[in-house]
C-alpha cells in the first residue's frame, strides 16, 4: 500500500538556523510528491512538488526539498528558518489510482 | 476563482442529530477529497471521486458516514446519527487528475469543525 512517514513528530530550531522535515515514502510507480503547510485555524497550503525532473524543488516562501529514489525520501529544507514558518507540516503522495495520502505531520517551532 | 468552498465554518450539534457539510470545489477541477483531521489520528482520507463518480470510500470509518458528488461543483458529506467521537475538522480538497499531469496540487477549503456535544 502506498504511504508516506514522518518520523518527526516536531522539530525545533533557532531564527536563522537551516531547517530540515522529513518525509519518506512508499508507492509503486512514479511518485507524485508534495510539502504542505497549516497554520492554526486554517486549511492546508500547498508549498511545492516533485513531478519529475530536477530532484532539487523550490516552493514558496524559500522553502525546497530534495527528492531522493534511492532512499526513497523527499525531505522538506529552508536555509534560513523565521520566527513566522511555526506550523505544522505535512508530506503527501498522489499514488496511480489518484488517491492523496498525507503523512501524520511534523510541527516546527522556530525559536527567536 | 474563489478557492475551494465549504460550509458551514463552525457547527455544533447534539448527538443524534443529522449534520451536512457542504463544498464547492474549484471549477474545472476532476477530482475531489474529503478528509478529516483530529489530534489523535492526524489528517483521514474518507473518501475521493472522480468526475463526480466515488472512487474509494475505504476511508469512511462507518455506516453513519456517507458522501455524494450530485454535480461538478457540489459535494455534501452527512453523518447521520453523528455521536461525540465524530468531532474533528473535516477538510474538502479538489484537483486535476494526478498522473500525465503538472498542474497536479489539491487546494483545500478552510474546513469545518464539528463539535457534536
Known amino acids: 500500500a502506498q504511504s508516506v512517514a514522518q518520523p518527526e513528530d516536531q522539530v525545533n530550531v533557532a531564527e536563522g538556523n537551516p531547517l530540515t522535515v522529513k518525509c519518506t515514502y512508499s508507492?509503486?510507480?512514479?511518485?507524485?510528491l508534495f510539502w504542505y503547510v497549516q497554520y492554526p485555524n486554517r486549511g492546508l497550503q500547498f508549498l511545492l512538488k516533485y513531478i519529475t525532473g530536477d530532484n532539487l524543488v523550490k516552493g514558496s516562501y524559500g522553502f525546497e526539498a530534495e527528492f531522493n529514489k534511492s532512499q526513497t525520501s523527499f525531505h522538506l529544507k529552508k536555509p534560513s528558518a523565521l520566527v513566522s514558518d511555526s506550523a505544522l507540516y505535512f508530506c503527501a503522495v498522489r499514488d496511480p489510482t489518484d488517491k492523496l495520502i498525507f503523512g501524520t505531520g511534523t510541527r516546527l517551532q522556530v525559536f527567536p | 476563482d474563489a478557492g475551494v468552498i465549504q460550509s458551514p465554518r463552525h457547527e455544533v450539534t447534539e448527538m443524534g442529530q443529522e449534520v451536512t457539510l457542504r463544498c464547492k470545489p474549484i471549477?474545472?477541477?476532476?477530482?475531489l477529497f474529503w478528509y478529516r483531521q483530529t489530534m489523535m489520528r492526524g489528517l483521514e482520507l474518507l473518501i475521493y471521486f472522480n468526475n463526480n463518480v466515488p472512487i474509494d470510500d475505504s476511508g469512511m470509518p462507518e455506516d453513519r458516514f456517507s458522501a455524494k458528488m450530485p454535480n461538478a461543483s457540489f459535494s455534501t458529506l452527512k453523518i447521520q446519527p453523528s455521536e461525540p467521537r465524530d468531532s474533528a475538522v473535516y477538510f474538502c480538497?479538489?484537483?486535476?487528475?494526478?498522473?500525465?499531469?503538472?498542474?497536479?496540487?489539491?487546494?483545500f477549503g478552510q474546513g469545518t469543525r464539528l463539535t457534536v456535544v
Open positions: 471549477s474545472g477541477h476532476d477530482y
Open positions: 508507492v509503486s510507480g512514479n511518485p507524485y
Open positions: 480538497a479538489s484537483s486535476f487528475p494526478g498522473q500525465g499531469f503538472m498542474n497536479t496540487e489539491a487546494f
